[in-house]
């Protein structure tokens, strides 16, 4: 069912040819848990939600050959991840940051398939301000 899910969104939607238009970008995309395709209520796209890795990265090899990655993540209780959510969950977001109504998990307990654009070619200075303090 996931696999004809992601076939319909690629091929009904124009979510393919956006994508292609957003260098260093990917799409992360979540499919509800559901008996049947009838039961997913639409499509939503999404802010990703903070998330801890709750067990170590399990390394496998799809049909393909190809190396894979599952991640097994559970939602981190935050004074800044509560912030986040309930500001996400709002219809009314700072028109700085975006019009997002809910975060990846939120639309997926809610029954909608996500889609998160996530951006990868990021050095974030903070980060590396941190790491160059170290003595390596």
Do not use: F
């Amino acid at each position: 069912m996931a696999a004809n899910e992601i076939v319909k969104l690629l091929t009904e939607t124009p979510i393919l040819d956006a994508c292609k238009n957003l260098p260093y970008h990917v799409l992360n995309v979540n499919i509800p848990d559901v008996d049947s395709a009838d039961a997913i209520k639409g499509r939503k796209i999404t802010a990703l939600s903070h998330s801890e890795i709750a067990r170590p990265v399990h390394h496998v090899v799809d049909p393909r050959g190809r190396d894979a990655y599952w991640l097994s993540l559970r939602k981190r209780q935050s004074a800044l991840s509560s912030e986040l959510s309930s500001e996400l969950s709002t219809e009314n977001v700072d028109a700085q940051t975006s019009s997002i109504e809910m975060t990846d998990d939120q639309a997926v307990a809610a029954g909608y398939i996500s889609l998160s654009p996530v951006r990868l070619h990021h050095t974030p200075a903070a980060t590396l301000d941190r790491l160059s303090a170290l003595v390596l």
